[in-house]
């Protein structure tokens, strides 16, 4: 079964990068047909997707965050990555990895991360 860890700073100051990792176990993030994922939570409202990268390197983003989202990946640590660029108070939440193949679905426990100076 496939589990995933986040990890990254709980707290970033407005305008900073947000960087987190998440961390692949019980399963390749090269393995055909999974899509690796970053949704968020912020506090009172749904879950937003923001982005993800394919099993094949190719990568998928929100329109809405586009333009200062990144998703990347480490095939040799069987990591991936979301860097968000000139963070703003309304990026706190809980950001969650998520890997999703057909029925497979599997969540990360969340780190919470809250932008404030």
């Known amino acids: 079964q496939v589990q995933l860890q986040e990890s990254g700073p709980g707290l970033v100051k407005p305008s900073q990068t947000l960087s987190l990792t998440c961390t692949v176990s019980?399963?390749?993030?090269?393995?055909?047909?999974?899509?690796w994922s970053w949704i968020r939570q912020p506090p009172g409202k749904g879950l937003e997707w923001m982005g993800s990268?394919?099993?094949?390197?190719?990568?998928y983003y929100s329109p809405s965050l586009k333009s200062h989202t990144s998703i990347s990946r480490d095939t040799s640590k069987n990591q991936f990555s979301l860097q968000l660029t000139s963070v703003t108070p309304e990026d706190t939440a809980i950001y969650y990895c998520?890997?999703?193949?057909?029925?497979?679905?599997?969540w990360g426990q969340g780190i919470q991360v809250t932008v404030s100076s």
């Open positions: 019980g399963g390749s993030i090269t393995t055909s047909y999974y899509y």
């Open positions: 990268i394919a099993y094949d390197g190719s990568t």
């Open positions: 998520n890997a999703l193949r057909g029925w497979d679905n599997y």
